[in-house]
């Protein structure tokens, strides 16, 4: 063996190293920051090893490669975070596309000559990847409104999307089977595209959570079946790693929004028929000085994040606030549900980039039994999440998903910009409560007015 693969396979043991202890870090907010950092040295690891792999006899490609790819990747992590979603759907679309053109250019150089093992891996990494990159442009479509976020549906649509899963598994068989004829290899990947689309689109953009999550399992898979391919133990590591840490993940969301793995497989989102809880009375406006009353002479303030914390960019005038009455010797608390937002982590990812400590944080189920003792449970720009209709209407479409239950606090603030309804598109019965107040206008201008009056209480 040549000094230049020794190095590549020293590089390959770190990389791989870095990789598993990064993950390890993520599991905790207090280590993800740590975690981060391991998991971009073991890329970068495996990158440099890469560089020296003895195949490798012209570096022109490979430099306008790392040239373009960083003129792409630079100005896409210096989003906001309101587009991070977006951002995380275009990056599993970029890393689905690679895997599937190393599959398709590996049998276009080498055919049938790969093996049985290698094909069959080969065939798994180009129809996962396929149709991740098509799905994931669409998440991302979705996520940035160039398309409507509730669901897609059409008559016929399931029959549409079985028939086109039973074409694109009987050409992969049939190609298998009979690997010189490529019209079943690209019979495949063209269905693999479109059934990413089709996988897609019946789900409204409030699950993203859960497709984002299982996307990323998605891409990860392929890129593992890329190292088996190639004969690349560090690809084969992290995408197996990417690949079953997402699919877990998956089916923990899933569990916070009572939807079963197999409804988010075939794309079964937003089919139910859904029945709304009839609601009387009208909406509540209170005034900033009216809240702020309520929460300078509180003992206990629970403040309850969502996507309309993240539009508005609120994280920090809300953590202002909680320091002002942390001052005062309120208890301040931070509900965090687990598909608040619009991916995984989405709140704790914003608080922390304001500061909020982790010991602040409190999970569904940690707060849930704190509400009957919280004086004035304040809602940022959530609605789904804490929706009493998940609870108490069984018809509704998302009867069964598990809540924070502000309605069960002594008083509600909902800030929100208007009257619209949830994504979901469902009306929340919480808004008409008489324990609940609605304080209108931008989150960020409203915590910062609400900041400025509690000091003047």
């Given at each position: 063996?040549?000094?230049?693969?020794?190095?590549?396979?020293?590089?390959?043991?770190?990389?791989?190293?870095?990789?598993?202890?990064?993950?390890?870090?993520?599991?905790?907010?207090?280590?993800?920051?740590?975690?981060?950092?391991?998991?971009?040295?073991?890329?970068?690891?495996?990158?440099?090893?890469?560089?020296?792999?003895?195949?490798?006899?012209?570096?022109?490609?490979?430099?306008?490669?790392?040239?373009?790819?960083?003129?792409?990747?630079?100005?896409?992590?210096?989003?906001?975070?309101?587009?991070?979603?977006?951002?995380?759907?275009?990056?599993?679309?970029?890393?689905?596309?690679?895997?599937?053109?190393?599959?398709?250019?590996?049998?276009?150089?080498?055919?049938?000559?790969?093996?049985?093992?290698?094909?069959?891996?080969?065939?798994?990494?180009?129809?996962?990847?396929?149709?991740?990159?098509?799905?994931?442009?669409?998440?991302?479509?979705?996520?940035?409104?160039?398309?409507?976020?509730?669901?897609?549906?059409?008559?016929?649509?399931?029959?549409?999307?079985?028939?086109?899963?039973?074409?694109?598994?009987?050409?992969?068989?049939?190609?298998?089977?009979?690997?010189?004829?490529?019209?079943?290899?690209?019979?495949?990947?063209?269905?693999?595209?479109?059934?990413?689309?089709?996988?897609?689109?019946?789900?409204?953009?409030?699950?993203?959570?859960?497709?984002?999550?299982?996307?990323?399992?998605?891409a990860g898979l392929s890129s593992a079946a890329t190292g088996f391919v190639l004969g690349n133990n560090v690809l084969i590591i992290a995408g197996t790693l990417d690949g079953f840490s997402g699919f877990i993940l998956s089916i923990l969301m899933c569990r916070a929004m009572n939807r079963s793995i197999t409804n988010v497989l075939f794309g079964g989102f937003g089919s139910a028929v859904s029945v709304e809880t009839a609601v009387s009375g009208s909406m509540r406006e209170v005034s900033v000085d009216d809240v702020a009353v309520q929460l300078a002479y509180a003992s206990q303030v629970v403040f309850v994040p969502g996507y309309g914390m993240a539009t508005a960019q609120a994280q920090h005038a809300c953590r202002e606030l909680g320091n002002l009455l942390e001052e005062r010797g309120i208890a301040v608390k931070y509900a965090i549900h687990p598909v608040a937002g619009r991916m995984p982590g989405h709140m704790n990812v914003l608080l922390a980039e304001a500061n909020v400590p982790y010991s602040s944080l409190y999970e569904m189920e940690q707060i849930n039994p704190e509400m009957p003792q919280t004086d004035v449970a304040v809602v940022i720009g959530a609605n789904d999440v804490v929706n009493p209709d998940a609870r108490d209407n069984p018809k509704s479409l998302i009867a069964g998903m598990p809540i924070i239950e502000v309605d069960k606090a002594k008083s509600v603030v909902v800030l929100k910009r208007g009257k619209g309804k949830g994504f979901s598109g469902l009306e929340n019965p919480l808004f008409f409560k008489s324990v609940t107040g609605m304080l209108y206008g931008d989150a960020k201008t409203s915590l910062t007015n609400l900041a400025q009056a509690v000091q003047k209480v």
């Open positions: 063996m040549s000094n230049a693969q020794y190095f590549l396979e020293a590089t390959y043991l770190i990389a791989s190293c870095l990789f598993v202890l990064g993950l390890k870090g993520l599991s905790h907010p207090d280590t993800a920051r740590r975690g981060m950092i391991m998991a971009a040295a073991g890329m970068s690891a495996a990158v440099l090893g890469t560089l020296f792999h003895p195949d490798i006899h012209n570096y022109i490609y490979i430099a306008i490669g790392l040239i373009l790819g960083s003129c792409i990747g630079i100005p896409m992590a210096m989003v906001p975070m309101t587009a991070m979603p977006q951002r995380t759907a275009l990056s599993h679309a970029f890393g689905a596309m690679a895997a599937s053109m190393v599959g398709i250019a590996e049998y276009v150089i080498h055919g049938p000559t790969l093996g049985g093992v290698k094909m069959g891996a080969l065939g798994l990494e180009v129809m996962l990847g396929s149709l991740t990159v098509t799905g994931s442009l669409i998440a991302a479509a979705k996520l940035q409104e160039l398309m409507r976020g509730t669901p897609i549906m059409f008559k016929g649509q399931q029959i549409v999307n079985l028939g086109l899963f039973i074409v694109m598994i009987g050409s992969f068989i049939t190609w298998l089977i009979n690997p010189a004829v490529s019209v079943y290899f690209y019979t495949m990947v063209g269905c693999a595209f479109v059934f990413g689309v089709m996988l897609v689109i019946p789900i409204g953009a409030a699950d993203m959570p859960v497709v984002m999550s299982l996307l990323n399992s998605y």
